[in-house]
């Protein structure tokens, strides 16, 4: 009797690891690699296209950020399940996660098996930490962090890597003036008054990585 492989999506922005991912994971046989991802808007539109079992999701991409991918996905796919797989665990990454609606995370210095039997139980949906990540959402009880919509997300990020307004507004499909606006109530909302303010907001955040 054949039995039902396990279909992923891998988001991964640097080729080799995702080489290597994709090695590891089909080599145990009931997992199959469908598609691949190097930012975080390809990883949304092939998830919406292959509807995955899981989605591997690393944090830190272009154009996208993995925790913005996420959020997106889970909205449009009420019950999709993404497995952020990061070399971040900062307090940050750790409450967006939770809030973006991931169903796990592991840092990037779990072993390939570990990996391999949390896509397993991410199927069966149950939520899987690696143990650094699970001991410290039990100690954040308290969470104040900002909403951002999905729209304002996507400009903080391409604010923050210092892409121009017309170039934000080419990316986005969406005109120079909009883009200003959105500028404009996103340092109201945050309390901000200029780009740096808004380029500190986004790494403390884990919308871009710190330099």
């Given at each position: ?23 590891l994971?089909e ?6 690699v ?9 990883a949304v539109?092939l998830t919406?296209?292959l509807r ?11 154009l ?5 991918a ?5 909205k449009?796919i ?9 070399a971040?665990?900062?307090d940050?990454?750790i ?9 796990g ?6 072993s390939g ?5 949390a896509?397993?139980a991410t199927?069966?949906g ?5 143990y650094?990540?699970f ?6 009880d ?15 990020q391409?604010?923050a890597?210092?892409k121009a307004?017309?170039q ?6 969406i ?10 109530n996103l ?7 200029d780009t740096?303010?808004l380029?500190r ?7 871009i990585?710190?330099?």
């Amino acid at each position: 009797m054949l039995m039902e492989k396990i279909d992923v999506v891998l988001a991964e922005d640097h080729r080799v690891v995702r080489e290597g991912l994709r090695a590891l994971l089909e080599a145990e046989g009931d997992i199959e690699v469908v598609g691949e991802a190097a930012n975080g808007r390809e990883a949304v539109r092939l998830t919406k296209k292959l509807r995955p079992s899981v989605v591997v999701m690393d944090i830190a991409m272009p154009l996208l950020n993995g925790l913005e991918a996420t959020r997106q996905i889970c909205k449009v796919i009420p019950d999709a399940k993404v497995l952020i797989l990061s070399a971040h665990k900062d307090d940050e990454y750790i409450l967006r996660v939770a809030q973006e609606g991931a169903i796990g995370y592991l840092t990037k210095q779990e072993s390939g098996a570990k990996l391999c039997n949390a896509i397993r139980a991410t199927v069966q949906g149950r939520s899987i930490y690696s143990y650094a990540i699970f001991d410290r959402l039990h100690e954040l009880d308290e969470i104040s962090n900002v909403r951002l919509t999905s729209r304002q997300a996507e400009v903080l990020q391409l604010v923050a890597e210092g892409k121009a307004n017309k170039q934000i507004a080419d990316q986005l499909e969406i005109s120079i003036k909009t883009v200003e606006k959105h500028r404009q109530n996103l340092m109201k909302k945050l309390g901000l008054h200029d780009t740096a303010g808004l380029t500190r907001y986004a790494m403390a955040t884990g919308s871009i990585a710190p330099d």
